[in-house]
């Protein structure tokens, strides 16, 4: 029987209930053995070439040597995704929206020396996450907290920088950075990355559709985030397009043993024009 709003903790719908229900449950090796590498847990893709002598050689370490591969080009994407979070101080606040498991937002505490709010609908990312705070002894600076990013309650204009890393498909962007807008100081950054629809190509095409229904998300197109963004008093200054630099990382994923079975659509979709990989920065005006 389908879960009323109110069965579902923080979350504002039956379809976020549904999100948070995937991520409490989701325990994906690809997500777990790669984060035991070093113990950053990470809830996206990579990008970068590469060292492909890690699925040739001795069978018995190929597997280890591939999934540190793997973990490298998610590090790599994490780290090109706050080097566009511009300047923020120690004593500044930067939110992770959607954080997962909390991969990005230490890496974000260690570069910066800031407070770091991460947000998640789930409770069980956001436990693991507080835990490994503690552990870090960061906690009084690095926080977790099972919140609808749609609707924080956080501080008008108290956050420095904002950032969704591979997020943004779960939500209306018109409410998210309607949202965004209200938390971010005037001057302040926001910084996505992103999969979405090409515009040219036209409306999803089939290894799109596939990829919302593996995830339960909804992929909007390159536009809409443009769209959404001038209507918020958020200003572009950086796009870069990431698809032929996560293209790679597909191509060794599909010859993982971690391999979840979606990497095939990945492949197509980016190939055939359809779908692209994108970094968006942009200034609160
Ligand atoms: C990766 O999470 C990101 C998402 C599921 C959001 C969808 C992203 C798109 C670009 C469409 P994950 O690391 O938990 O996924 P997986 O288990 O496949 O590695
Ligand atoms: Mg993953």
């Known amino acids: ?50 060292d492909w002598s890690v699925v040739e050689g001795d069978a018995a ?7 540190r591969e793997l973990h490298r080009l998610e590090t790599l994407q994490a ?9 923020v101080e120690p004593e500044q606040r930067i939110m992770d929206a959607g954080c997962g498991r909390g991969g990005s937002s230490f890496m ?10 991460g947000v998640s609908l789930s409770r069980k990312q956001v436990d693991f996450a507080n835990a490994q ?11 977790f907290h099972q919140l609808n990013m749609l609707d924080t309650g956080f501080d008008t204009a108290g956050m420095q920088a904002i950032w969704n890393n591979e997020s943004t498909m779960y939500v209306d962007l018109h409410d998210l950075f309607a949202e965004h807008s209200r938390l971010l100081a005037r001057g302040g950054r926001y910084v996505t990355i992103t999969g979405c629809y090409n515009d040219v190509y036209g409306l999803p095409s ?15 197109p390159r536009s809409g985030y443009f769209r959404a963004m001038a209507a918020n008093r958020l200003v572009p200054c ?10 790679p990382y597909w191509r060794l994923r599909a010859r993982s043993p971690l391999a979840t079975g979606i ?23």
């Open 1 to 50: 029987m389908t879960k009323s709003i109110h069965e579902n903790g923080t979350a504002a719908s039956v379809y976020q209930g549904s999100i948070a229900e995937y991520w409490n449950q989701e325990a994906n090796p690809v997500n777990l053995e790669l984060g035991e590498v070093d113990g950053y847990f990470h809830h996206h893709y990579g990008i970068g070439e590469p």
């Open 61 to 67: 370490t190929s597997h280890e040597r591939t999934t």
């Open 79 to 87: 780290e090109f995704l706050l080097d566009h979070l511009g300047n």
């Open 108 to 117: 974000a505490h260690e570069r910066f020396g800031c407070s770091v709010e």
């Open 133 to 143: 705070a503690r552990e870090r002894a960061v906690a009084d600076k690095v926080a």
């Open 206 to 220: 089939r290894a799109v559709s596939t990829i919302n229904a593996h995830y339960i998300c909804d992929i909007h």
């Open 238 to 247: 950086a796009v870069v397009d990431l698809t032929e630099a996560t293209v």
């Open 263 to 285: 990497e095939e659509t990945f492949i197509e979709a980016y190939t055939s024009g359809s779908f692209q990989y994108l970094l968006i920065a942009a200034d609160r005006v």
